[in-house]
C-alpha cells in the first residue's frame, strides 16, 4: 500500500521586492512551492506534502524552511548546499509601480541538487510515494545530464505504482530554445499520468490551435488524465481512459483581479487535495477554479492563511 506522501519537486527561491538601493521586502517564491502550500492548506492531515529541493546552507534558507514547515510542509527532502546558494531574484518596482525582474539562480543549489551527495537517499525513499507533482521550471533549470537523472527516477517510480503529475509552466527565459523545450517536455510527457498545463504555454511551445488540439496531442502522446486551464474560461478536463469527450469547467466569477502570479499554482495545489483524496476529475477541477479565483484577487503569490481557510470548507462541499 502506498504512503501518504505526495512529493513535488522544483526551485523556490528567495525573493527581494522594492526600489532599488532604498527597502526591500525579503519573501521567498516559486511555482512548485507555491503549489505545495496551497496543496498542504486544502489538504487534511493525513497527507503529507513533501518538498523535494536544495537550498544553501545561510541564514535566509534557514528562515525559508522554518516557514514552509509552518505551512506543514515536510522538508525531509530539501537538500542543504554548502558550495552552492538559494537562488535569488530582485523585483523593482519603478515609481509609477511598474515592475522589472532580475535573477540570479545559475549557480543555485536546487540546479545542482541531483549532484548533492544526499541525493541517492532521497531519490530512493521516492519510489514510495503516492504521487510525483513537477513542472517545466523544474526541467528547465537542470542541465541536461540531470535531467536524464531526474527522468530515470520517474521511471522507477512509475513503474513502482507512483502516479506523475505535470505542469508544463514554459518560461522561454530559461530553455536554449523551444527545439530543447519540446524535447525534455516529451521525454517526461511520455511517463505522465496527469498533465494539469495552460492552453497558452501549449499553444507557444506546440502551436496548438486549440485546446481540443491540445487534449488530442497529449492522448496520442499516452497520458491518461488532461487538464487544459484557459483562464478566465475555466478549464478543459478528459480521462481518456473513461471520457469520450472533454468536459468544460467554467471558472468561477471575479469582481476584480488584482493578481495572477500564482492562479496556476494555486490551481494545481487545490487540484491535487481533492485528487489523492480520491475526487473525481471535474470536482478537482471545480476546486482548483474556486481557489484560484480567491488567490487572484489578492496581491502575492501565496495569500493570508485566513482567507484560504473558509475556501477549504466550500471545497469540501463540492460534489
Not at 471575479?254 to 491535487?272: H, K
Not at 496581491?299 to 484560504?308: E, P, Q
Request: proline content about 3%; overall charge negative.
Amino acid at each position: 500500500m502506498k504512503s501518504n506522501k505526495i512529493a513535488i519537486i522544483g526551485e523556490c527561491m528567495i525573493e527581494l521586492s522594492g526600489t532599488p538601493f532604498g527597502v526591500m521586502k525579503q519573501s521567498f517564491g516559486g511555482d512548485t512551492l507555491n503549489a505545495a502550500i496551497y496543496l498542504a492548506r486544502m489538504s487534511d492531515e493525513q497527507v503529507q506534502t513533501c518538498y523535494v529541493s536544495a537550498l544553501g546552507d545561510d541564514a535566509l534558507s534557514d528562515g525559508m524552511i522554518e516557514r514552509w514547515q509552518d505551512e506543514r510542509i515536510n522538508t525531509d527532502w530539501v537538500l542543504r548546499d554548502n558550495v552552492h546558494s538559494t537562488g535569488l531574484y530582485m523585483i523593482h518596482v519603478d515609481s509609477e509601480g511598474e515592475r522589472s525582474f532580475q535573477y540570479w539562480r545559475n549557480q543555485s543549489a536546487a540546479k545542482h541538487m541531483f549532484q548533492h551527495s544526499g541525493w541517492n537517499r532521497i531519490a530512493a525513499q521516492m519510489a514510495d510515494v503516492k504521487l510525483i507533482f513537477l513542472s517545466g521550471i523544474s526541467l528547465a533549470i537542470l542541465p541536461e545530464q540531470d535531467r536524464q537523472v531526474l527522468l530515470t527516477l520517474l521511471v522507477v517510480c512509475k513503474a513502482n505504482g507512483v502516479e506523475i503529475v505535470f505542469d508544463s509552466n514554459h518560461r522561454p527565459a530559461l530553455w536554449q530554445d523551444t527545439t530543447l523545450a519540446r524535447h525534455a517536455y516529451q521525454q517526461l510527457l511520455a511517463i505522465t499520468d496527469i498533465a494539469l498545463v495552460t492552453f497558452d504555454d501549449e499553444a507557444m511551445v506546440w502551436q496548438d490551435g486549440t485546446p481540443d488540439d491540445t487534449l488530442l496531442r497529449l492522448k496520442q502522446l499516452g497520458v491518461n488524465k488532461v487538464v487544459v486551464k484557459l483562464g478566465a474560461q475555466g478549464c478543459l478536463s478528459q480521462d481518456f481512459q473513461t471520457q469520450f469527450e472533454p468536459q468544460s469547467i467554467p471558472a468561477n466569477s471575479v469582481e476584480q483581479v488584482v493578481d495572477t502570479t500564482s492562479a496556476g499554482d494555486s490551481f494545481n495545489g487545490a487540484f491535487l487535495a481533492q485528487y489523492v483524496s480520491g475526487k473525481p476529475l471535474s470536482t478537482c477541477c471545480q476546486a482548483g477554479n474556486l481557489l484560484a479565483s480567491h488567490v487572484i484577487q489578492h496581491s502575492g503569490a501565496i495569500i493570508d492563511l485566513d482567507v484560504t481557510t473558509p475556501i477549504k470548507a466550500q471545497i469540501k462541499e463540492l460534489k
